[in-house]
């Protein structure tokens, strides 16, 4: 599995929940323990370096 591989675990439902919209559903992403966890690490990896701003 490949990071490029991610989107065929996110369904779009279009017009939901109105005309025009496109919901976003992860629930096949949040259903595969595999491409659940390079998902995670990949956006941790790209955010590693970034502090967060206090204030």
């Given amino acids: 599995m490949s990071v490029e591989s991610l989107?065929?675990?996110?369904?779009?439902?279009?017009?939901?929940?109105?005309?025009g919209v496109t919901f976003r559903d992860i629930t096949p992403l949040l259903?595969?323990?595999?491409?659940?966890?390079?998902?995670?690490?990949?956006?941790?990896e790209r955010f590693a370096d970034v502090q967060p701003a206090c204030g």
Avoid: E, V
């Fill in 7 to 19: 989107p065929d675990f996110i369904r779009a439902i279009p017009d939901y929940p109105q005309p």
């Fill in 31 to 44: 259903g595969n323990g595999g491409a659940l966890a390079l998902a995670t690490s990949s956006l941790a």
